[in-house]
T-cell receptor, first 116, second 114 residues
Framework: AQSVAQPEDQVNVAEGNPLTVKCTYS??????LFWYVQYPNRGLQFLLK??????LVKGSYGFEAEFNKSQTSFHLKKPSALVSDSALYFC??????????????FGKGTKLSVKP | DTGVSQDPRHKITKRGQNVTFRCDPI?????LYWYRQTLGQGPEFLTY????????KSRLLSDRFSAERPKGSFSTLEIQRTEQGDSAMYLC????????????FGPGTRLTVT
């Protein structure tokens, strides 16, 4: 069965420092991986995705993520955090083999708090 | 704004009543998804349409839930005989093309069943 784990409920970072939000996954085939961000009272916003190719994926707002097949991880990173990055971050996966037609399996989310 | 829209944004209802939510996807998107999100959890898949065809339903979608997408445009999600456990945020998303396209989410409808 497909699953996603976000091991940290909350990540605290000082503004200007690098940030990492962790995600590990389990799928039966090749994974399609996504990161979304959710601000209060707003819908989820797409940040980036990994389908195939370069293991380092760049996305919106200066975020990037590194796909590591051997560790089944897809950690979200940013070199220099901003206070405005404070939000709830979700990792999601879907199986690249047949089966479901595109629905995403989400992790529980990680709350990122960036302090000035 | 040409994003995904949902109506209403908030709905409070008494247990046992029926409710219906509407989702208007991005106009050229052929795929439409419904998810449910409870506090402290990520969204959970409910059902999926490609054009007007409902192609997949989660086991979470009990027989009290029904979804439609007439003419492949907007979609409705109806919950009959609501229960307190139905209280959640109901999210709609749409995407274009194949199964690897990113999904764009609406703001959600928050349902409270009293």
């Amino acid at each position: 069965a497909q699953s996603v784990a976000q091991p940290e409920d909350q990540v605290n970072v000082a503004e200007g420092n690098p940030l990492t939000v962790k995600c590990t996954y389990s799928v039966s085939g090749n994974p399609y991986l996504f990161w979304y961000v959710q601000y209060p009272n707003r819908g989820l916003q797409f940040l980036l995705k990994y389908i195939t190719g370069d293991n380092l994926v760049k996305g919106s707002y200066g975020f990037e993520a590194e796909f590591n097949k051997s560790q089944t991880s897809f950690h979200l990173k940013k070199p220099s955090a901003l206070v405005s990055d404070s939000a709830l971050y979700f990792c999601a996966v879907r199986d690249g083999y047949g089966g479901s037609q595109g629905n995403l399996i989400f992790g529980k989310g990680t709350k990122l708090s960036v302090k000035p | 704004d040409t994003g995904v829209s949902q109506d209403p944004r908030h709905k409070i209802t008494k247990r046992g009543q029926n409710v219906t939510f509407r989702c208007d996807p991005i106009s050229e998107h052929n795929r439409l998804y419904w998810y449910r999100q409870t506090l402290g959890q990520g969204p959970e898949f409910l059902t999926y349409f490609q054009n007007e065809a409902q192609l997949e339903k989660s086991r979470l979608l009990s027989d009290r839930f029904s979804a439609e997408r007439p003419k492949g445009s907007f979609s409705t999600l109806e919950i009959q005989r609501t229960e307190q456990g139905d209280s959640a945020m109901y999210l709609c998303a749409s995407s274009l093309g194949d199964q690897v396209g990113e999904q764009y989410f609406g703001p959600g409808t928050r349902l409270t069943v009293t």
